[in-house]
């Protein structure tokens, strides 16, 4: 058995392919994103794609299972809502081969827009949903799940964390065993979810819990570890790491399966210790049930439900240690911002000289919010953008929305835009639309979508033309443009938000970041024509600094040569040379 050190995400994938999985789908969405691209070394034996959003990845899974083969589907916490409508469901429906969803969740909001606790979807759809703690327990607790969907005919969601997604861990690797196809049987009653079957079937998730419950003692994911009796411990997840480097000699129950819990599994350890905590990230999932059957505990009366748990968190809440840590060093604050040569930044550059706002969306794009672009109003979710400006322009008018656009990259167009677009359309809205498209699913690590040609695996496919499909809605007034020609961007954002009707604009500039996109010029600056006036530096470039004599310096290391700020200073005082 070789071992190897793997990323938690890296772990899941390989547990998938050890377990016989043959169809996976997903959104890229952090952290879940390295999952996906970890199964293309798998590609022999795992399909595996990127879908438009998560609720049609749940779908594909969902066929593949019942057609009677193990199947996956990969999504961040926020993508599970999306995937909400077909998840409710095949709770009811079941399994025929295997399914798992795997679910990451983001504490402490690091590239999320809201703090989410995927254990209370799964309650909420009775699901159930297992947790692991390490990178060994993620490839284990993968192939556990696939074990569980097809005994007890459910769907699984598997739970990961940013920290556990992100970590490595040695990683005992086995075979991949590949359990036979379940034949297909074709079954209306399973199958199809009118009323009258869903009532039946909901009888079958009830008992389904049940079982779980009780066989939860002897799921090897359920283990006791009983130490010193004067402190009890409930935890999961990455938080088991933290107790058990704080409190090494505490009683421990450490619950791999969070939904359903087992409940006399809880109520005979509880029996034996003196006093109870339950560690828990997030929200009291698990404490509020224990407090329900009656059992004293602590938990969120001292830990906070917001944001990432941690050794020394643990330490000043359960042990009151006063921790003698090292105060950091006094620095500027440094929020992201977006990378030279971005071609957003040309686009809120134009936006913010003409005073328009933008509903955003979610994406690279979003930064468009902060100093000094100040462009960005407001961000909600994917594909909200569209969809509030309509909001806005029924509620206030046509003229209301001339001084607003919303902004959406190709990405999120795709995943839910699309969608927002054509309800403008139907309901003869007014408003314009600006598809940033920058040929990449950026902010995730530049992942490949339906307009860039080329799948998951590599292969070359069909790119949709963003362009047509606009078209193709009825929407007669849609321009191409370069985001780096500011001259005619202007122009158009001029000409496009003062139509009574729907526009869509279009800027085609590829991610700077983007394989193979090279910049073949450096943009330097000219000191004798430098007028000191400062617009070069409106924009926001970090490659630009000012000098103490007021004109400006440009790092060359990190110049892309866009040449952004050649075309806004008024004075011909910086020009772009071949590197």
Not at 1 to 28: C, Q
Not at 41 to 70: F, H, L, M
Not at 139 to 146: H, I, L, N
Not at 149 to 178: A, F, M, N
Request: contains cysteine.
């Amino acid at each position: 058995m070789e071992k190897k050190i793997m990323l938690g995400n890296e772990a899941i994938a390989r547990g998938a392919w050890e377990a016989g999985v043959k169809v996976s789908s997903a959104y890229p969405g952090t952290p879940s994103t390295e999952i996906s691209e970890s199964l293309v070394q798998y590609k022999a034996d795992i399909y595996a794609e990127w879908a438009p959003n998560e609720k049609v990845a749940t779908e594909v899974a969902s066929g593949a299972s019942i057609s009677g083969v193990r199947s996956m589907c990969c999504m961040k916490h926020v993508g599970v809502n999306v995937a909400a409508d077909p998840l409710y469901t095949m709770s009811y429906i079941g399994v025929n081969g295997g399914m798992v969803l795997v679910a990451a969740d983001d504490p402490g909001l690091y590239s999320s827009q809201n703090e989410q606790d995927s254990r209370s979807v799964g309650r909420a759809a009775h699901v159930p949903v297992i947790e692991p703690s390490d990178s060994q327990e993620a490839k284990d607790f993968m192939k556990y799940a696939f074990e569980l969907s097809e005994k007890y005919d459910t769907p699984v969601i598997l739970r990961t964390t940013t920290r556990l997604s992100h970590s490595q861990g040695l990683v005992t690797l086995e075979d991949r065993v590949v359990p036979e196809d379940k034949p297909y049987e074709r079954n209306i009653k399973k199958h199809v979810m009118m009323p009258a079957m869903a009532k039946q079937r909901h009888l079958h998730v009830e008992q389904r819990e049940l079982d779980m419950s009780a066989d939860g003692a002897s799921m090897p994911i359920n283990r006791v570890e009983m130490n010193d009796k004067k402190i009890g411990v409930i935890t999961c997840g990455i938080e088991y790491q933290y107790v058990k480097e704080v409190l090494p000699n505490a009683s421990v129950l450490k619950l791999g399966l969070v939904n359903p819990l087992p409940k006399q599994m809880i109520l005979d350890f509880a029996a034996q210790v003196e006093e109870l905590y339950v560690i828990e990230e997030l929200d009291p999932v698990i404490e509020e049930q224990v407090r329900s059957w009656g059992i004293a505990c602590h938990g969120k009366d001292l830990l906070t439900v917001q944001g990432e748990y941690s050794a020394n968190l643990l330490r000043k809440a359960i042990l009151h240690e006063e921790l003698d840590l090292e105060t950091p060093a006094d620095v500027p604050a440094r929020p992201p911002i977006l990378c030279p040569g971005c071609p957003h930044r040309s686009v809120y550059s134009v936006l913010k000289k003409l005073n328009i706002h933008a509903a955003g969306d979610i994406g690279c794009y979003t930064l468009g919010a902060v100093a000094p672009l100040n462009v960005v109003d407001t961000t909600i979710c994917m594909g909200a953008s569209i969809s509030s400006l309509h909001g806005m322009e029924k509620a206030k008018g046509k003229e209301y929305v001339k001084n607003w656009v919303a902004v959406i990259g190709d990405s999120t167009f795709l995943h839910t835009g699309v969608n927002s677009l054509m309800n403008m359309v139907y309901n003869q809205a007014t408003g314009t639309v600006m598809i940033l498209d920058n040929s990449t699913t950026g902010m995730t690590g530049h992942q490949d979508h339906a307009a860039t040609g080329k799948t998951l695996q590599g292969d070359p496919t069909y790119a949709i033309d963003i362009y047509n499909l606009v078209k193709a809605m009825g929407i007669e007034h849609v321009v191409e443009v370069n985001a780096f020609d500011i001259k005619k961007l202007e122009e158009v954002v001029k000409e496009e938000t003062a139509r009574d009707e729907i526009s869509v604009i279009i800027t085609k500039s590829p991610c700077v970041l983007l394989k193979g996109n090279v910049f073949p010029n450096k943009c330097v600056p000219i000191p004798e024509k430098c007028k000191k006036c400062g617009m070069c530096l409106r924009p926001g470039c970090p490659a630009l600094t000012k000098k103490e004599d007021g004109t400006i310096a440009i790092d060359e290391t990190m110049c892309n040569g866009c040449g952004l700020c050649k075309n806004v200073c008024p004075f011909g005082a910086i020009e772009t040379v071949e590197k």
